[in-house]
């Protein structure tokens, strides 16, 4: 039995090293080959979402942000190393709506809550541009938490890549 505890404690680091930060979404592939990402690597990539969910559906492009951070992470990069920011406008504008609100105008559970509260304690900005958010009658009282409103979309990017993020291409 003390060897068995032994090997748990021996091995327990590497089961935590290999746990997703971000739960229950982000699924991946493991590349068994691939070229090595530096230990001092940093990204810092803003992702853009102009496309809705369907009513009561989650956003699958707001997924890829949880995807690029649980496969870099699985891969060696350190959580810390990952600097991300969605940037929503368009349709997409009522996926950051919170729950109680999305309810009301839906009469569904909005499905992308829990990925972007995991993505905002991922190290991951969540903006939404206040162009649409104003066309969909949305207001930042009614917002995800921690969910900021950018004056447009396109603000937020001009204002990113002046904080050294890249656009992510799709």
Do not use: W
Request: a negative charge; hydrophobic letters at 40%.
């Amino acid at each position: 039995m003390k060897y068995l505890l032994l090997l748990v404690l021996l091995f327990s680091p590497l089961i935590y090293a290999t746990e997703q930060p971000i739960k229950g979404y982000g699924n991946y592939y493991n590349v068994p080959e691939y070229d090595e990402i530096n230990d001092s690597t940093v990204f810092k990539i803003a992702f853009d979402v102009a496309d809705g969910a369907k009513e009561g559906a989650q956003n699958n492009s707001i997924n890829s942000l949880a995807r690029f951070i649980n496969m870099h992470v699985a891969h060696g990069v350190k959580p810390e190393n990952i600097q991300l920011a969605l940037v929503v406008h368009g349709s997409a504008s009522v996926d950051v709506l919170a729950n109680s609100e999305y309810k009301k105008r839906f009469n569904a559970d909005n499905k992308n809550q829990a990925l972007i509260e995991q993505l905002l304690a991922n190290n991951t900005k969540v903006y939404v541009c206040g162009q649409s958010a104003t066309h969909f009658k949305v207001t930042p009282e009614q917002l995800i938490e921690g969910v900021q409103m950018s004056l447009s979309a396109m603000t937020a990017h001009a204002q990113l890549q002046q904080q050294g993020y890249t656009l992510n291409p799709f």
